[in-house]
């Protein structure tokens, strides 16, 4: 059933443009101070789903994007950066801590 899933995705990626992929992390610094704090949120979930899924060879795409969103939005206020900064931390923390590290 994974190996299904894992082909539909891999076909419906075929069809997505990757520029558009890149532009909604890229312009992360267009987000609300609330939006940004939960899409970092989210993304962090994802990641975690990513690393999990496959323990042996872990996806990082999420990790990746992460980074990314990270440098683009250093720039905020100090009161969002620190939100975002709690939630990465932990995420971080979870990666480094879990049986790949």
């Known amino acids: 059933d994974t190996v299904a899933i894992e082909e539909a995705n891999s076909m419906l990626m075929e069809q997505v443009d990757t520029s558009d992929v890149d532009r909604i ?3 992360s610094p267009l987000l609300s101070d609330e939006a940004i704090v939960d899409f970092v949120r989210h993304l962090c979930a994802i990641s975690r789903e990513e ?27 100090r009161i969002v950066w620190s939100k975002i900064w709690s939630i990465l931390s932990l995420h971080f923390q979870g990666v480094a801590l879990g049986p790949n590290a």
């Open 25 to 27: 992390f890229s312009n």
């Open 51 to 77: 690393i999990e899924s496959n323990p042996a060879s872990p996806r990082v795409f999420c990790m990746q994007k992460i980074v990314e969103i990270t440098y683009f939005n250093m720039s905020r206020i």
